[in-house]
């Protein structure tokens, strides 16, 4: 089975700040990567993924990630976080191996202050 | 289209009662999820399905059942509900391994 560590559980930063998401996974083969963001009381939307080609992906809200394969990672970025970015991140893979189960790591829970 | 719609949104449940949460999506993906989101602990896998008439156990599976008649539709099934089983519960369906879609929840309490 794949696991997916997320090392920070709550993380604060003010308004305007940058912002990392650490995100390590564990897997031999090909993999997709995958943040997910969860509002209060809501679903999971998708927030980026990576399949292949350029290793940096970005999403429409001024989020990026990149897949480095040496190090297992794919660390969530942000330049300057807003009030409305306060939310739960899940990272998640999926692997050539495990069919199309996915794995999502235990999440981090950003909290953007005024 | 809908995409995955649950439910009910929120149910209170008394211990040994049983229930069934429904999960429909209307996007012809063969696959199909169930999991339960407690807190700090992400999510766990409960019951998947590759596609209708085939179901198989997550890692979290005993308590629950799952069936999966058709294409559309994958109930979970919660038979003597006990305190533990207190949670989120979100489906969610994906047409191959590059995406998942989630439905909206729903929040169960078992007192």
């Known amino acids: 089975a794949q696991s997916v560590t997320q090392l920070d559980s709550q993380v604060p930063v003010f308004e305007e700040a940058p912002v990392e998401l650490r995100c390590n996974y564990s897997s031999s083969v090909s993999v997709y990567l995958f943040w997910y963001v969860q509002y209060p009381n809501q679903g999971l939307q998708l927030l980026l993924k990576?399949?292949?080609?350029?290793?940096l992906v970005e999403s429409i809200n001024g989020f990026e990630a990149e897949f480095n394969k040496s190090q297992t990672s794919f660390h969530l970025r942000k330049p300057s976080v807003h009030i409305s970015d306060t939310a739960e991140y899940f990272c998640a893979v999926s692997a050539m191996n495990t069919g199309n189960q996915f794995y999502f790591g235990t999440g981090t829970s950003l909290t953007v202050i005024p | 289209n809908a995409g995955v719609t649950q439910t009910p949104k929120f149910r209170i449940l008394k211990i040994g009662q049983s229930m069934t949460l429904q999960c429909t999506q209307d996007?012809?993906?063969?696959?199909m999820y169930w999991y339960r989101q407690d807190p700090g602990m992400g999510l766990k896998l409960i019951y998947y399905?590759?596609?209708?008439?085939?179901?198989d156990k997550g890692e979290v599976p005993n308590g629950y059942n799952v069936s999966r008649s058709t294409t559309e539709d994958f109930p979970l099934r919660l038979e003597l509900a006990a305190p533990s089983q207190t949670s989120v519960y979100f489906c969610?369906?994906?047409?191959?391994?590059?995406?998942?879609?989630f439905g909206p929840g729903t929040r169960l309490t078992v007192t």
């Open positions: 990576y399949l292949s080609g350029s290793t």
């Open positions: 996007m012809n993906h063969n696959y």
């Open positions: 969610a369906s994906s047409l191959d391994r590059s995406q998942q879609y």
């Open positions: 399905s590759v596609g209708a008439g085939i179901t």
